[in-house]
């Protein structure tokens, strides 16, 4: 079945898409939001990087395309409407039931997807292709510093150690470079005190750190970042308790993603000067038993889907001058294996959400799943260069110029993606 | 505030401001000297050859997890070529009485694999059929057998005098890693550990390589266990039912060759992958006998993939089981397997980036030597990179070779394991803990960042303030008061692994922060 023919065959269909309204998160455009975009560090981006290469194909399915349940009888997910089907997003495209947090959002038209996107390198070990996600130069190795770093050190304005931040206990490739960025643990003991607090402690390991040759920087950088955090924390208490109609004030969250993804967005509406964040998640090498609407990969995404929706809506009023990236190293197989999962593939989706975006339409050059459309006769063809997603976002979001984006994303052979993923 | 009110009485002994060393009142043997190489010895050290006492200290950070009391003078005293000779036999060192003791005790580290599979899995029955109190049962099962995987290991680590060889079994678990936390792996990991990799740590590569390929853990954590024959149909199923196994799965063998053996750049293709995932179809094991008579292995000849393969540029004619077992020849004996496995123990042993002389003097024994892991080691320590005033200190200690370190340092009797555990997890390295099969990175990139720093502190302070629950699980001993490190106990162990700058700074803070600081000191992240 061809996309239009689908898509015509669903107009009298069960869409179940019901338009919502503005959202609590898009609702109020105040005086904040407006004066943090114009200085230097209003403009924000947050990625989130899922290792281990989601099953893209499962997330955005293109369940309107008679191939797809013909190559995963037992994992496809079922039409819209049906039992444990996908939710409905352009006739064709169907989201992860899973995902069902998302749906406002992309009734709102604040997310899109790029399909069939991801690096040209055609390797299939996850830790090239993570390295070159994070690199932006895909089959170089040798790139010392991550994309994200580049970019920072594009932005305008002076930096701060807490410009940059990525949420668990090591810093990512992505964030390496020149550019200071910190590191914040996962769980409630990012914004706690720590021993370095204590003024003697304190004093004894700065004579010891203090202009080391080696560790001297991340030192220096978590000190200034600890109390970065700290004063954010402590605003952000105090506004806490003065918010009228705060319902969810001191509830415990679910842990994981959700709850770090609400720490997150406290912390960047508290501190102005957090630009870049970045978020790493894993456990979505499936080969095995991923399950369809239920099982391991719905798992996973439950609480991605929960914490991006709590994450667009803690950051209230600035998730207008925020953009989301959330992207995998490469997708899976377009077939099931013989286990009820799927081997490494190629193209993936990538998704992209924020007040910028324009948003409700599933992007890129898609062809769809019959066997000629393939890559290898195994998997999607990247149509779309990750990078060419990036840089868009980097120059119409962040507002970078040519010759920055030249050195954030070096010897990019696509030029602009062909589409205005991004308002001007 | 504890520790700043005991600031005002601190007496003045050893970390005397640097001064006179004639007026110390009596300081420890390596202390005396450490104190006196502040003068210039050690400054000018970054050319001349590390002197005897920095050797032994070097030999110590890489070839055991650190010094404990006394290491310094013993490898000092026999010579680290002796020391290095004694490490690569690990056969001839005793085991003190106390550790084997300790060990014996334990239970899951000493059950067969098939017994530990065998509780888990009734366990998992009982919590289907929603027996009142099987959760808790199987949540405080899975508890111990946890405890007492990461209990054996840890005692080994920090007590062993087979030092090299629980330096190896890190290596080589991390080299091939099976994550604790998937399904029935949580029961396997012990065996895996005990069977597979720790006999063969110094041994030959192919013995080691195909233990872990038929290790059930391995098995099941890359699901070699579920991978057939496309097509293939169950016993008992209608052709055209569907089974949980009825097709190929790429996973194991993508690792094998990318990480276990050739390395990602080792010169094969997709199809490689796809060829070497048929040939091994059928390597699995059977639960019901794993259980019954722990027969960890089967070569299940229905699910094999009965068609010739073409992998690596050969032929590989139908051979059921031997296909497999010629596939872990080939790659064991591969020139980029000599060269990946090479790189790997210079980098963890030398260098970040180690020197591709001695990483090609490596492989040409690794080839030579049909994979002997023993004398591949014996040419790196001989190697002049491996004992270069360069090479001292250059390597940041992972979390796990952080935290063993300090409890040995401490000397602090390591009864209860809990801190140390969290610890490694709050810092990213928990133990048994790493989801994908790459195993963790042992670089300074890696490792190194704002929080990992302020968090070593942080374990620093409270393991020299004696405030770590070390002696016993909280809930089951009563609490002992916190006894603070000696400092000079803990200076003289570590001798020169702690700078002159560092020694002045320490030498003119408050007693109660000193020992913290030798522990959390820039030295200490590294070996």
């Known amino acids: 079945m061809q996309r239009r023919s689908f898509l015509h065959s669903l107009a009298f269909g069960a869409s179940i898409l019901v338009p919502v309204g503005r959202s609590a998160w898009a609702a109020s455009s105040s005086s904040i939001s407006s004066n943090s975009a114009a200085s230097p560090t209003g403009k924000k981006l947050i990625v989130i990087m899922l290792r281990g290469a989601v099953d893209g194909l499962n997330v955005v399915a293109p369940v309107g395309d008679e191939n797809y349940l013909r190559l ?45 996107s991801g690096s040209p390198d055609s390797t299939r070990s996850h830790f090239d292709a993570q390295d070159y996600m994070e690199s932006a130069t895909p089959g170089r190795k040798n790139t010392p510093d991550g994309w994200l ?3 920072v050190a594009a932005l305008p304005g002076a930096p701060t150690p807490s410009r940059a931040l990525s949420i668990g206990p090591v810093m990512p490739r992505i964030l390496r470079g020149p550019m200071a960025a910190m590191n914040l643990p996962n769980g409630a003991g990012a914004t706690s005190a720590n021993v370095l607090d204590r003024k003697d402690i304190g004093a004894a390991f700065d004579q010891l750190y203090a202009n080391h040759e080696r560790f001297g920087r991340a030192y220096q950088d978590g000190k200034t970042a600890h109390a970065e955090v700290m004063a954010a924390a402590a605003s952000a208490a105090a506004a806490a308790a003065q918010e009228m109609n705060a319902a969810d004030r001191g509830a415990p969250l679910p842990n994981g993603f959700p709850d770090d993804a609400a720490r997150l967005a406290t912390l960047m509406r508290n501190d102005p000067k957090m630009q870049v964040a970045f978020v790493d998640l894993g456990g979505w090498d499936t ?25 667009a809506k803690k950051l209230g009023p600035m998730f207008d001058d925020t953009t989301i990236v959330v992207m995998s190293e490469f997708g899976r197989t377009a077939r099931e294996n013989g286990n009820g999962g799927t081997d490494h593939g190629h193209g993936n989706v990538m998704w992209v959400m924020g007040g910028a975006v324009n948003g409700g339409q599933v992007y890129g050059d898609w062809q769809g799943v019959g066997d000629q459309a393939l890559n290898e006769g195994r998997d999607l063809p990247v149509t779309t260069d990750f990078r060419a997603v990036l840089a868009q976002i980097a120059e119409r979001h962040l507002a970078l110029g040519d010759r920055q984006l030249a050195k954030i994303f070096p010897n990019m052979p696509q030029g602009a993606a062909p589409f205005k993923l991004i308002q001007a | 505030m504890r520790i700043a009110a005991a600031c005002s009485g601190y007496k003045r002994k050893v ?15 390596s202390l005396l000297l450490a104190l006196c190489i502040c003068g210039g010895g050690a400054a000018a050290a970054d050319n001349a050859a590390l002197s005897p006492d920095q050797q032994a200290v070097h030999v110590l950070n890489r070839v055991a997890f650190g010094p404990r009391p006394g290491d310094i003078e013993r490898v000092t005293q026999m010579g680290v070529q002796n020391y290095l000779d004694e490490q690569l036999h690990p056969e001839t060192i005793a085991y003190p009485p106390e550790l084997t003791a300790r060990l014996a005790a334990l239970v899951t580290p000493n059950r067969k694999a098939g017994d530990v599979v065998g509780e888990y899995v009734e366990l998992q029955k009982q919590v289907r059929d929603e027996d009142d109190g099987a959760r808790q049962r ?20 920090i007590d062993s005098p087979r030092q090299l060889e629980e330096v190896m079994v890190d290596f080589w678990y991390n080299h091939f890693n099976v994550f604790a936390g998937k399904g029935i792996d949580r029961a396997l990991v012990a065996s895996y550990e005990r069977d597979a990799i720790r006999p063969n740590a110094l041994g030959n590569f192919r013995t080691l390589l195909g233990a ?42 993508r690792e094998l060759m990318e990480l276990h053996t050739l390395g990602v750049d080792g010169g094969y293709s997709q199809q490689d992958v796809t060829e070497l995932a048929r040939m091994l179809t059928g390597w699995t094991y059977d639960q019901r006998a794993l259980i019954r008579s722990n027969q960890t292995f089967k070569f299940d000849a229905p699910r094999h993939d009965q068609g010739s393969k073409h992998w690596l540029g050969r032929e590989v004619a139908p051979a059921g089981e031997a296909e ?3 596939a872990l020849d080939v790659l064991a004996r591969h020139p980029a397997t000599a060269r990946n496995i090479s790189y790997q123990l210079a980098q963890y042993f030398v260098q970040d980036e180690p020197n591709p002389a001695l990483v090609d003097r490596m492989a040409r024994v690794f080839i030579a030597s049909d994979g002997d892991i023993r004398s591949v080691m014996r040419v790196l320590f001989a190697s002049s990179q491996f004992l270069a005033p360069d090479a001292a ?18 000397a602090t009797p390591v009864k209860n394991v809990g801190p140390l555990l969290a610890t490694m997890t709050q810092l990213g390295m928990p133990l048994y803990g790493c989801q994908t099969p790459d195993g963790y990175k042992n670089t300074q990139q890696a490792w190194l960042n704002p929080d990992a720093l302020t968090r070593r502190i942080s374990f620093a302070t409270a393991l020299a303030a004696g405030r770590l629950p070390l002696a016993g699980k909280p809930a089951m001993v009563t609490p002992a008061p916190a006894i603070a490190l000696d400092p000079e106990r803990v200076a003289a162990t570590l001798g020169e692994a702690i700078s002159p700058r560092t020694r002045g700074a320490i030498a003119a803070s408050a007693e109660p922060l000193r020992a913290a600081m030798l522990l959390g000191s820039p030295d200490f992240m590294q070996r």
Request: aromatic residues 8%.
């Open chain 2, 324 to 326: 497999g077992e010629m």
């Open chain 1, 72 to 116: 995963r009888p037992t994992i496809g997910l079922a039409l819209p409407g049906m039992d444990g089907g996908a939710l409905d997003l352009d006739g064709y495209f169907g989201l992860h039931p899973a995902l069902a947090a998302l749906q406002p959002l992309w009734a709102e038209k604040k997310l899109a997807f790029i399909h069939a």
């Open chain 1, 149 to 151: 770093n580049r970019l």
């Open chain 2, 15 to 29: 970390f005397t401001n640097p001064g006179p060393i004639m007026h110390l009142p009596f300081p420890s043997r």
């Open chain 2, 212 to 253: 872990t390929a038929h290790h059930p853990a391995m098995l099941f954590y890359l699901d070699n266990f579920l991978s057939t024959a496309n097509g293939y149909t169950p016993a008992g199923k209608r052709p055209g039912q569907k089974g949980k196994a009825t097709g190929l799965n790429e996973n194991y063998a």
């Open chain 1, 287 to 311: 080969h095995a038993g991923q399950g369809n609407a239920k099982g391991q990969l719905a798992n996973r995404l439950l609480p991605l889907g929960q914490g991006l929706a709590v994450l």
């Open chain 2, 138 to 157: 199987r949540r405080a099962a899975l508890m111990a057998v946890a405890e007492e995987t990461a209990e054996a290991r840890l005692a080994r680590a």
């Open chain 2, 393 to 410: 200190g250059a390597k940041f200690k992972t979390p796990y070779q952080f935290v063993v370190s300090a409890a040995r340092a401490s």
